[in-house]
């Protein structure tokens, strides 16, 4: 029965990547000096510190708004589920895959998540709808990976290597973390290793002019490990504590683009401690499935740490956060719930959970 269901979702074809449509004021610029650019250090940080740069509840807050449109969808989906408190039956948790599957959490992580479920309900055991929802709750949270690596990462500097296709807002997510880190007393480097794209680097470019952090670019067509080798040194030489370093998104699924991350990664590591590392792959939300397979071609490639997921608040299909989590055994460290930088919140797995699954 489940079988033509599940046809009519099978994994989307990859849609082809487009360029990044942010309207910027570029400006050419050359690699600014330390003493121009470097923000004062503070004496001490606490490991970890970044994270108390946001408070606990503007992130419950931004959560509930942010995640909206995957609530009311989710709430809808589930108000006949949940509505009335019932014993499940076989029928109720098809009707619940489909509502999973639909919020885009991916047929793989819908049965795995209901998989427990489906073993009480053959084995005769009661299973009410109340009880199944709190139960449901909790194997999304334990879905959900967390990691106890301090960021940014110990180490001075430190490097923060981010992927991603184009169009994901890749490079004004580096803008808005490079923000945050120099907001709490952190030096920072931009890195402009997308060297295939004029206008890549000076979006990042004009991003440094903008929250006066400097740039370290080449021309356009230059060796991005070469670019990379430049930024690292740059950092070490100016006593810099992080290095976000912005990378080429286009063709995820060509040969030569994940060669090239592969050549750049074993520049960072010949130059930086991989404990001193943060490879960060950045997600759009709204692409929906089409993110795991963006997932896939990276991380069968380069070991990935972390995940940043963008546009959440433009989507409904808030489940690709579980997804991703659940099958590449990635945390998440980021999501972006709006324009303004201070809308890139710290992921928090409860408020987002309560979100979307709301008691």
Same mark, same amino acid.
Request: without cysteine.
């Given at each position: 029965? #489940?079988?033509?269901?599940? *046809? ?20 050419? /610029? ?17 490991? $970890? ?16 708004? $942010?995640?909206? &449109?995957? &609530? ?13 408190? *019932? ?5 109720? #948790? ?14 793989? %992580?819908?049965?795995?998540? #209901? ?8 084995? $005769? ?5 109340? /009880? ?12 959900? &990976?967390? %990691? ?14 981010f992927l991603g296709v184009n169009g994901v807002g890749k490079t004004t997510t580096i803008a808005k973390?490079?923000?945050? #880190? ?38 356009? $067509? ?30 995820? %699924? ?8 592969? *050549? ?45 997921? %963008? ?15 659940? &099958? ?32």
């Amino acid at each position: 029965m #489940l079988k033509k269901f599940f *046809k009519k979702f099978k994994k989307e074809e990859d849609v082809q990547t487009q360029e990044v449509k942010e309207s910027l004021e570029v400006q050419t /610029q050359e690699v600014k000096s330390a003493e121009t650019h470097q923000p004062e250090i503070a004496e001490t940080k606490e490991k $970890g510190g970044f994270f108390g740069f946001f408070k606990k509840e503007k992130i419950l807050e931004k959560f509930k708004k $942010g995640l909206s &449109k995957t &609530k009311e969808k989710l709430s809808e989906s589930f108000a006949e589920l949940f509505e009335v408190d *019932k014993i499940v039956d076989l029928q109720t #948790l098809e009707d619940l895959e489909e509502k999973l599957i639909l919020a885009d959490l991916g047929v793989e %992580t819908t049965l795995d998540l #209901l998989e427990p479920f489906k073993d009480k309900v053959l084995k $005769g055991e009661a299973l009410t709808t109340k /009880q199944l929802k709190s139960f449901l709750k909790e194997q999304m949270l334990s879905f959900l &990976k967390e %990691t106890d690596k301090p960021f940014p990462p110990d180490g001075k500097p430190s490097v923060l290597f981010f992927l991603g296709v184009n169009g994901v807002g890749k490079t004004t997510t580096i803008a808005k973390i490079g923000k945050k #880190l120099k907001d709490n007393g952190y030096s920072v480097v931009l890195v402009a290793a997308d060297t295939f794209r004029a206008a890549a680097i000076d979006q990042l470019k004009t991003w440094g002019e903008r929250i006066d952090v400097p740039v370290v670019a080449l021309q356009e $067509g230059a060796d991005p490990g070469a670019v990379i080798y430049q930024g690292i040194t740059y950092a070490q030489k100016n006593n810099i504590d992080v290095a976000l370093i912005d990378t080429a998104g286009r063709l995820h %699924t060509k040969y030569n683009l994940i060669e090239e991350l592969k *050549k750049m990664v074993k520049v960072m590591n010949k130059l930086i401690p991989e404990k001193y590392q943060e490879i960060i792959l950045v997600l759009d939300a709204t692409t929906g499935q089409n993110a795991l397979s963006q997932a896939q071609h990276f991380s069968s490639a380069i070991p990935i740490h972390s995940v940043i997921i %963008t546009k959440m608040d433009g989507t409904a299909k808030g489940g690709i956060a579980i997804a991703v989590s659940h &099958k590449f055994n990635l945390p998440i460290r980021f999501i972006g719930l709006g324009e303004k930088a201070e809308d890139l919140v710290p992921f928090d797995k409860k408020a987002f959970v309560s979100a979307i699954l709301p008691d």
